[in-house]
């Protein structure tokens, strides 16, 4: 059964600070992940897709990473922005026809 | 472009009553369509998954159902709410021809059991 761990539950930082959240899951066997944010009481937006065979995708000031071997995937923000606040979560898709496991998430919240 | 529309945003409904959410998707075809729960404190939790109209697989045993009545319709409905039943619900979809794409979300409906 898949497990996703993402660490650390919450985090503070001032405007302008690089971050990087951290996603790990115990089953490598995956067709891909995708990361999304969460606001507070609103839906899921999808940030990135990263196909297991690719390494990283990156789309304005997000930057993920995977490496599937060891079961991690990392999101890169760079220079944060209050509006970056929200909750962000990971979700490998086990399987060629699988579904989503999700993390519980990392709670953002920056500063200004 | 696509869309995708959950109603209601809240609900509060009483112990035993009926449910029924509603799920639609426009500017696409034969999408996927899922439904999630978020509870407080938990990650969110596959419910059920459609690949077409019909088609329903469910992930996890429990007091809901799910139906795709038509194309870009997902609901989910329950005969008798329990306290359990108490969540975020969340509808999302993902282009059907491929498990490789994204999968996009609805704004959710937040359920209250009473």
């Known amino acids: 059964k898949q497990e996703v761990t993402q660490i650390p539950a919450a985090l503070s930082v001032p405007e302008g600070e690089n971050l990087v959240l951290n996603c790990s899951f115990t089953?490598?066997?995956?067709?891909?992940l995708q990361w999304f944010r969460q606001d507070p009481g609103k839906g899921l937006t999808s940030l990135l897709l990263i196909q297991s065979s690719q390494r990283e995708q990156t789309s304005g000031r997000l930057n993920a990473s995977l490496d599937k071997s060891s079961g991690r995937s990392t999101l890169y923000i760079a220079a944060s922005q209050p509006g970056d606040s929200a909750t962000y979560l990971c979700?490998?898709?086990?399987?060629?026809?699988?579904?989503?496991?999700f993390g519980k998430g990392t709670k953002l919240s920056v500063k200004p | 472009s696509q869309t995708i529309h959950q109603w209601p945003a809240t609900l509060v409904q009483p112990v035993g009553s009926p449910l029924s959410l509603e799920c639609t998707v426009e500017g696409t075809s034969n999408p996927n369509l899922y439904w999630y729960r978020q509870a407080a404190g938990r990650g969110l939790q596959l419910l059920f998954y459609?690949?077409?109209?019909?088609?329903i697989s469910s992930e996890v045993p429990q007091n809901l159902s799910a139906s795709r009545p038509q194309d870009r319709q997902f609901i989910l409905s329950s005969k008798k709410l329990l306290l359990s039943d108490s969540g975020f619900y969340l509808c999302?979809?993902?282009?059907?021809?491929?498990?490789?794409?994204?999968?996009?979300f609805g704004d959710g409906t937040r359920l209250s059991i009473l």
């Open positions: 459609s690949v077409g109209i019909g088609q």
């Open positions: 999302a979809w993902s282009v059907g021809t491929g498990w490789d794409q994204p999968q996009h």
């Open positions: 979700a490998p898709r086990r399987g060629s026809q699988g579904n989503l496991i």
């Open positions: 089953d490598s066997a995956i067709y891909n």
